[in-house]
Nanobody
């Protein structure tokens, strides 16, 4: 089963926080790289963060470094994206990405979730 399901999106005020979750299946999660991407209206999908299979290595887009943290719980087949100090420009549909590989700090995934909307607005 190729399961990649996001949750946790919503509306938050600038400066606020939000935590996204993504649950995978045996095929999509176990022993795989996991990551997050986002797509704002009228823009291309962009890389946000990725984490290695063991969780010991992670990479971030420059635009989110120091504000977002990616983590994973292998026992629960779940990857998280903690987003702090949110800005209006973080508004986008956030996609969980599974499997694939990391090259020069960028994740090239094999599987995608359906996305969850994050809106940062007062």
């Amino acid at each position: 089963q190729e399961k990649v399901v996001e949750s946790g999106g919503g509306l938050v005020q600038p400066g606020g926080s939000l935590k996204l979750s993504c649950e995978g299946s045996e095929r999509t999660f176990r022993n795989n790289v996991m990551g997050w991407f986002r797509q704002a209206p009228g823009k291309e999908r962009e890389f946000v963060a990725t984490i290695s299979m063991t969780g010991t290595t992670s990479y971030y887009a420059d635009s989110v470094k120091g504000r977002f943290t990616i983590s994973r719980d292998n026992a629960k087949s779940t990857v998280y994206l903690q987003m702090n100090s949110l800005k209006p420009e973080d508004t986008a549909v956030y996609y969980c990405a599974a499997d694939g590989y990391i090259n020069n700090g960028i994740h090239y995934p094999r599987y995608w979730g359906q996305g969850t909307q994050v809106t940062v607005s007062s």
